[in-house]
């Protein structure tokens, strides 16, 4: 009997001992992975891949709104008789909730004054050679779709923008005829035309840095411009600020 107590003692021990062992493994494996899920950061999800491009998370504050100012030339010459100009332009757009935010509805104003001018010109209803300086104020409404064209790079984002584009103008022109001054006339009006660009930003601070070439036009057939355009070639350097 001493023996088979002995041998059951014996079994009794070792099964404690795997127990054990067993306990001690598995907590230690349990340790391990609590502390691995602690220390790892969380990671975006796979469509947020991303999101280091600040418009992609909506901005500065979450809104998904957006700020830009453009200082350009424009150059008339290949559409009419205007010449070139320089323009500023203040846009405020809205980045859209979904294709991570490629999409961006805006309003801009923009304004210019190409001018043209005319010497010697001869006119039977004339009394002698006339020349004549204009300048043509206008006041540029848009409002119109960005999208952009998402690249492995985090860096640049080449873009495209279109939309209608409202013009509010004023021309101004002076003149003489045969050496006698025909005094000043002003002339208002409305045009409709249309806006599109190509550009590329590149991602600085909380915005982006932009480099743009636009074409804009506008059918002009008044009392004082006649037949020609308020088109233009627009090369424009700026800034686009996400407000998050």
């Known amino acids: 009997m001493n023996h088979l107590h002995m041998n059951r003692l014996a079994i009794l021990i070792l099964v404690a001992v795997a127990l054990v062992t067993l306990t001690t493994r598995v907590h230690a494996q349990l340790s391990a992975d609590v502390a691995a899920e602690t220390s790892e950061p969380d990671l975006p999800p796979d469509d947020m891949g991303d999101s280091d491009v600040s418009y992609e998370r909506g901005g500065l504050a979450g809104t998904g709104l957006t700020l830009g100012l453009k200082l350009a030339g424009g150059f008339s010459q290949p559409f009419g008789d205007l010449g070139s100009s320089f323009l500023t332009e203040l846009e405020v757009g809205y980045l859209l909730p979904f294709q991570k935010r490629a999409f961006t509805v805006f309003f801009s104003g923009a304004y210019a004054q190409p001018g043209a001018e005319g010497k ?53 022109a002076s003149g003489s005829a045969d050496g006698q ?3 000043e006339n002003e002339q208002t009006g409305t045009l409709f035309g249309f806006f599109g660009a190509l550009g590329a930003e590149v991602y600085l601070g909380p915005g982006a840095a932009l480099a743009e070439l636009s074409m804009t036009w506008a059918k002009i057939d008044a009392y004082m411009l006649r037949e020609t355009s308020a088109g233009a070639l627009v090369l424009s350097l700026g800034y686009r600020l996400f407000l998050l």
């Open 120 to 172: 010697n010109i001869e006119d039977s209803r004339l009394p002698g050679p006339a020349s004549y300086e204009l300048t043509l104020q206008q006041l540029m409404l848009t409002l119109g779709v960005t999208y952009r064209l998402h690249l492995p790079s985090k860096l640049v984002r080449p873009y495209a923008s279109l939309g209608p584009r409202l013009f509010l103008t004023r021309t101004k």
């Open 181 to 183: 001054p025909f005094g």
